[in-house]
């Protein structure tokens, strides 16, 4: 898997102050993507160990400011993210347990709960984006997303209660 980039201190992307790191490779192409460098996968450069133990050091570092991580892209729902995601969070939770993680999906929430390889990363997850962006409706003021077909969604309470339970309107 390779990533853009890093954003350590984000505050836009999920609440409060979090690391927000952005993966390469999406396969929705929607039209004026705000980010279609990252459509493909060997953009930027290979997430490594090393870039895994500096993301975990920054949070051991700051454990007290950091509310959490996000993931965004591109997509990390594509296809070849997902197994190299699926161990980050592992090892990630492992040391902080009680950091919330937010990921953003260009598939919907009943295109993954219906997938077993989508649902095996999501559900590691707190909050989803989902949706891809539709220009026709894109909207500055919506939070965490650009345009108003996507949802912000509450994962663990959506499958608990096997129906879509959103985290904001
Ligand atoms: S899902 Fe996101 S990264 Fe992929 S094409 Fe759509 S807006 Fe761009």
Redesign the pocket.
């Known amino acids: 898997m390779n990533y853009s980039g890093i954003k350590y201190t984000d505050m836009i992307n999920g609440e409060g102050i979090r690391v927000s790191l952005f993966v390469s490779g999406?396969s929705?192409?929607?039209k004026d993507?705000?980010?279609?460098d990252?459509?493909d996968p060997n953009y930027g450069s290979p997430f490594t160990e090393d870039i895994e133990n500096e993301i975990l050091n920054y949070f051991k570092k700051y454990d007290k400011s950091i509310k959490g991580l996000s993931l965004l892209?591109?997509?990390p729902t594509y296809l070849t993210n997902i197994d190299p995601l699926v161990a980050f969070i592992k090892r990630f939770k492992e040391s902080f347990p009680k950091k919330d993680i937010w990921i953003?999906s260009?598939f919907t929430w009943e295109v993954i709960i219906k997938n077993p390889k989508l649902l095996s990363l999501i559900e590691l997850c707190d909050v989803l984006v989902d949706g891809?962006?539709h220009i026709e409706e894109k909207d500055l003021n919506l939070k965490w997303r650009?345009s108003k077909n996507q949802r912000v969604i509450n994962i663990k309470k959506s499958l608990e209660l096997k129906e879509t339970i959103k985290y904001i309107d």
């Open positions: 999406c929705h192409y929607c993507c705000f980010n279609s990252t459509w892209g591109g997509d953003w260009g891809q962006f650009g």
